[in-house]
């Protein structure tokens, strides 16, 4: 993220999501159900329709908060699952294997499938929800790429030396 997000506005989809408009950007539905359900006694009453349904804005842009101010998200983490909500198809998958500089093989091998099944992928644009899980975060974190990435040779005989 380059700069710091701001919400413009916000309105709940009920049971758990939001509908957030980005200052100077889109718009984005997100899915709050695996915050929510992870957050224990702290945000149960978001599992409240009363409650959840009634977000507002909160920090100048920098939140979003229910409940008075008790209950709250800031701007990043929103936008973090934003990022991580948005589909992920052939384009994006395209696009995630050229910013990576891999080859076909390079990919079914961090992957641990064939190299048939990646084209497969792409040719269709239905991306696995753990394969786009994957390619975001090895894109986000090199370490987590430098750890499991193994580069390939070409297939076929060696180079005859000069």
């Known amino acids: 993220m380059d700069r710091m997000p701001r919400i413009q506005k916000v309105t709940a989809s009920l049971p758990t999501a939001l509908s957030v408009k980005w200052k100077g950007g889109q718009t984005d539905r997100i899915d709050l159900a695996g915050w929510i359900a992870t957050g224990g006694d702290i945000l149960a009453p978001l599992g409240n329709?009363?409650?959840?349904?009634?977000?507002?804005?909160?920090?100048?842009?920098?939140?979003?908060?229910?409940?008075?101010?008790?209950?709250r998200i800031d701007a990043v983490h929103l936008a973090l699952l934003a990022q991580e909500?948005?589909?992920?198809?052939?384009?994006?998958?395209?696009?995630?294997?050229?910013?990576?500089?891999?080859?076909?093989?390079?990919?079914?091998?961090?992957?641990?499938?064939a190299v048939s099944t990646w084209n497969a992928y792409k040719a269709a644009g239905?991306?696995?929800?753990?394969?786009?899980?994957?390619?975001r975060a090895a894109q986000r974190d090199p370490i987590l790429m430098h750890a499991h990435f193994r580069p390939r040779r070409a297939a076929g005989r060696p180079r005859k030396s000069a």
Do not use: K
């Open 49 to 71: 329709p009363d409650v959840f349904g009634r977000p507002f804005i909160d920090d100048y842009g920098a939140s979003v908060a229910w409940n008075g101010d008790d209950l």
């Open 85 to 113: 909500q948005r589909p992920f198809g052939a384009r994006e998958a395209a696009r995630w294997q050229e910013d990576m500089g891999l080859s076909n093989r390079e990919v079914a091998a961090f992957f641990g499938i």
């Open 126 to 135: 239905n991306i696995p929800s753990a394969v786009a899980i994957l390619c």
